[in-house]
């Protein structure tokens, strides 16, 4: 959606919020005095996410033998509720 007109100053200041919902559907709005555009409001991109980077810990981190072994009696049952 494109601005079919240029917002008068006073009228932008009124009705903010209104343009800015405006801006944030994909319309741009022209605003300036005398129906001169001298500033736009826009919908603001989203920032890119960071790129995220595979691998980051390879060969920092040792999994133990006995990783997947049963756990001790009392662990079990505190995990249990304390049998």
Do not use: C
């Amino acid at each position: 959606m494109e601005a079919t007109k240029v917002i008068p100053m006073h009228q932008a200041k009124s009705t903010l919020s209104q343009l800015v919902q405006r801006a944030a559907a994909g319309e741009t709005v022209l605003i300036g005095p005398n129906g001169h555009a001298v500033a736009k409001l826009t919908r603001l991109d989203e920032p890119a996410a960071p790129k995220r980077r595979l691998g980051l810990l390879k060969g920092k981190l040792v999994v133990p033998e006995d990783f997947d072994a049963p756990l001790p009696d009392d662990v079990v049952a505190d995990f249990e509720g304390g049998r």
